[in-house]
T-cell receptor, first 115, second 113 residues
Framework: DAGVIQSPRHEVTEMGQEVTLRCKPI?????LFWYRQTMMRGLELLIY????????DSGMPEDRFSAKMPNASFSTLKIQPSEPRDSAVYFC?????????????FGSGTRLTVV | AQSVTQLDSQVPVFEEAPVELRCNYS??????LFWYVQYPNQGLQLLLK??????LVESINGFEAEFNKSQTSFHLRKPSVHISDTAEYFC???????????FGTGTRLQVFP
């Protein structure tokens, strides 16, 4: 298996633009998680899905953030409009059975810079 | 709600010296505990985990961690570190009745020659 695949690896955009981050989880994994990593806040869970259904989005910072999982092999995280404080590394992770005993497999991340 | 505290943001150490990275958690129910490692410009990789049974768990590259329920700790140790162990280490906790992993703020281990 190729692991969790995220694209793009790097994204530089101007403030106010729409940004879409993409994730392909490991085949057969039921859970998908989006995290954001910054120096100030560390790793924050933004949202997670189980069988394509959003279960907990309490970590999504604002209405500017939205996430979808239209099928078992694809998820997007969208920021519209983007702001400089959104600059961070965004990680996608998948798991066969949530956090309970399985741990997660992480993608390599998308480094977002909003100027 | 569960939480994780990593007391040291940075730990500098010389090669071949022992190291301990501290992790304490807070939870009112049974938990699963994890250590992840992040090398520069990479995602997080699972290093080891405690689910149940023996309180001492080991990784394939010489790290070990011990679950101490009375002290709510899960410290990571290695008796002799290598330059290649330089990375960020994250402790994480998952309560048995949830799907979420909550991470600590990370400890940067810097190994010097």
């Amino acid at each position: 298996d190729a692991g969790v695949i995220q694209s793009p690896r790097h994204e530089v955009t101007e403030m106010g633009q729409e940004v879409t981050l993409r994730c392909k989880p490991i085949s057969g994994h039921d859970y998908l998680f989006w995290y954001r990593q910054t120096m100030m806040r560390g790793l924050e869970l933004l949202i997670y899905f189980n069988n394509n259904v959003p279960i907990d989005d309490s970590g999504m910072p604002e209405d500017r953030f939205s996430a979808k999982m239209p099928n078992a092999s694809f998820s997007t995280l969208k920021i519209q409009p983007s702001e400089p404080r959104d600059s961070a590394v965004y990680f996608c992770a998948s798991s066969p059975a949530g956090g309970q005993g399985q741990g997660y497999t992480f993608g390599s991340g998308t480094r977002l810079t909003v100027v | 709600a569960q939480s994780v505290t990593q007391l040291d943001s940075q730990v500098p150490v010389f090669e071949e010296a022992p190291v301990e990275l501290r992790c304490n958690y807070s939870s009112s129910v049974s938990v699963y505990l994890f250590w992840y490692v992040q090398y520069p410009n990479q995602g997080l990789q699972l290093l080891l985990k405690y689910l149940s049974g023996s309180t001492l768990v080991e990784s394939i590259n010489g790290f070990e961690a011990e679950f101490n329920k009375s002290q709510t700790s899960f410290h990571l140790r290695k008796p002799s570190v290598h330059i290649s162990d330089t990375a960020e280490y994250f402790c994480a906790v998952s309560e048995w009745n949830t799907d979420k992993l909550i991470f600590g703020t990370g400890t940067r281990l810097q190994v010097f020659p």
